[in-house]
């Protein structure tokens, strides 16, 4: 797939949506995108198109950057009838591994492939091109996206089969918001206990408590800068997936299940839409 000869098309530019639009343009390609909101469209750069139908019928390739499985299912509804035969959808959200399963049946009658491809790293990493890709699906198709997942940076990882990237995202958020909330709950700590906080997280840096959610977050607790990289609430939901996919098999998460409940209380303090590191305000809440 030559980048000058392939128009890819991107459905969805929200934070994650737009730093693959920028990559994705920046490496050659021609960039045809929709989203419900075209002034967030606008932004991204890429050319409009007036529906998901008419993304679908443009392109070989389709990327896909929504906010859960339900929308997903609303545009794969959208785009039958108009996908070409090998087509190739590749599928950005992080939601359920069996609605993956269950995608791949729904494009295979109209000769459309289907990957999960789900990124670990926030919209400022992809932008770096430092994004981690986690790619669930056939192995031939995997390989006939090279030049996209080229241009979109980072390491890209074909981790299974359909869903088995779904799963893994799953997994590497479970320990990344772990992370994340034990930052947090340490800067309050040494908040509370009167030391320096920038002295504190420098000395976390180069502790064994080392974690890369330091260098990303660490600085946007102390100085309560939330500007959005990657939203509190879509963790929030993305933690709820995770508890979903532990129950049939019985699997206690106590950590997880404690993590919800620090996001959903973060959540009715009003800061679903702020950056994710915006947790560690649950713990200023708590002592005022």
Known sequence: MEASAERVGLIGTGLMGTAMARRLLAAGFRVTGYDRDGDRLGASGVEAAESAAAVASGCGVVVLSLPDSRVVEKVLEAMQGHLRPGSLVLDTTTGAPQDAVQFVDRLRPSGTAYLDVTISGSSEQLSRGEALCLAGGEAADFARCESVFKALGGNVVHV????????????????????????????????????????????????????????????????????????????????????????PSGLALPLTETHRRLLEQAESLGLGALDNSAIIEVWKDRTT
């Open 160 to 247: 299974g089969a359909a869903g088995d990237g779904a799963r893994m995202k799953l997994v590497t958020n479970l320990v990344l918001g772990l992370n994340r909330a034990a930052l947090a709950e340490g800067l309050a700590l040494a908040e509370a206990m009167g030391l320096d906080l920038r002295r504190t997280l420098t000395i976390l840096q180069q502790s064994a408590a080392y974690s890369r959610i330091m260098d990303g977050k660490g600085g946007k607790m102390i100085d309560r800068d939330f500007t959005p990289v990657a939203r509190l609430s879509q963790h929030l939901k993305d933690v709820n997936l995770i508890l979903q996919a532990a129950e």
